[in-house]
């Protein structure tokens, strides 16, 4: 056993000699993660994203960003402003069809590229980095805490034109409870205000390589409570919530981009949410979830549209050992009831709540009725941590990383075109650390949008550079190529809002270069 252990430990050292070898899934600060698990059992185990997670996917060559400072103690009283700010130059390339005048160039640049990865889309990868920013305000002690934050999904300064949806505002403002010493080894904590629960979230700190809640996202005011109990090396975790929305799009709103493409046709839409959990030796974790949404709103469609409601039950499984990597596995059953009604209380797979899941699942004459089953894995490992074991790594050295993922979907709709339709996506990163300041990754992803509709699905092939200042910096420098491989029948959106254009040939080829930063 030792000679073998030896020559794994060589076969490794070896390969860090190398100048590019495929890996994947870096994670966040490795001394800050070591410390956050020698703190009491019961306060760090969760079964969602704590509210005011940032809402992206895990950034390239697998960051997951850690930031804030909680105060430590009743007395303590402390301000904090923490944040998340990415922006990327993304162009798609593309040969110019029909006739080509002299003064014209065969080649064609698109910002946004031309590409089907869209974030309410099953299609969706996150390959195509997304501009994004937040900025978290906190103010409180150990026992209170109020927050307001600011996201915005565009910069003004780089955008020819304004587009409110994109702009976000102030997007959540709720206050934190905790309630120490209710009882020895618990941990008691209550959110009231408008936020986020997400639950089925893939990655280790994050929502994964996809960007996607496997179960489901509220989006809503009212409260949120967490509750969790250590008995040795298990600890029992209850969350529930209740949410609906601040108002409903009033009657004779013309639908419009101002408004988000706001549907005056939902009614007030309400969201209730319980999940148990079990974690063992703080490694492994499974948990049970149940969501209902609903609207009984006579308003809706001006009184003639049924009332309707969608519940998601899912059940996951997450482990996290520091030298065997990161696995979740979960799986999610939706069912909708004429759901045509229910806003964005409840997003499914990224969706907008009823309409926005028709759209993009169930079909436009299922009249919003119809199940959906979801099945979806991630893993993600450092060769470096898991073949020094049980030497302690600390990040700041030559590794490899990488990590697989996939989703499958399975639809049953009451619209015949979209009735028994099977999709799936799956992918591989890898991510090799040559230095303290540069990283090189190459990420393969395949996606089948559809399976009742031959040639769309399509392969993407993304290599990147990654240039930071330090082995663990909170910031990032990525240049990126991707090569979209497309089947016979590919299909993008066009237009505002933007819909499905059979007519539009999509880009094979993108460069990027953003640059991300952390705090």
Known sequence: MGSCARGARALFLSLCTLSFVTSAAYAQDDKEKDKEKENAAASDTGLGLTPGTPVVATLPGGIGPSYGKKPASEQDYAFDFHGLITMPLRLGLNQREGFVTTEQKNLVLHAPPVVPDYRDSFAGTTVVPQPYAQLAFSY???????????????????????DPTLQGGI???????????????TYFAINVGAFSNRYGTMGEYDEGRYGTALIGRTNGVGENIVARLSLGNVVLAFEQGFQAQLDKPPIGLTTDGWNGFADPNTGTSLVMHEHLGITFRRQ??????HMRAWSQDDRASQAFTPDGTITVLGADMRFSASHLGHVYVGASYTDATDARSVGRILSVMNTQGGPDLMRNYLGPNSGGTGELITLGAEYGVSLARLLLYPRDYDGKSRDILLSAFGI??????????????????FGAEGTYTLASFFAASLRLDHVRPTSNVDGREFTIISPRLIFRTNWQSRNQVVLQYSRFVYGSNPVVRSGYPAVDDPMLSPDADMISLSGSMWW
């Open 140 to 162: 409180g002690n150990s026992i209170v805490t109020g927050t307001a934050i600011i996201k915005a999904w565009t910069a003004t300064t780089a955008a020819s034109f304004f």
């Open 171 to 185: 997007t959540d403002a709720f206050i934190t409870f905790n309630l120490p010493n209710l009882a020895k080894n």
């Open 284 to 289: 492994l974790t499974l948990g049970l979830h």
């Open 408 to 425: 499958y979907s399975h639809v049953k709709s009451d619209d015949p075109a979209y009735n028994g339709d099977h999709k799936v996506k």
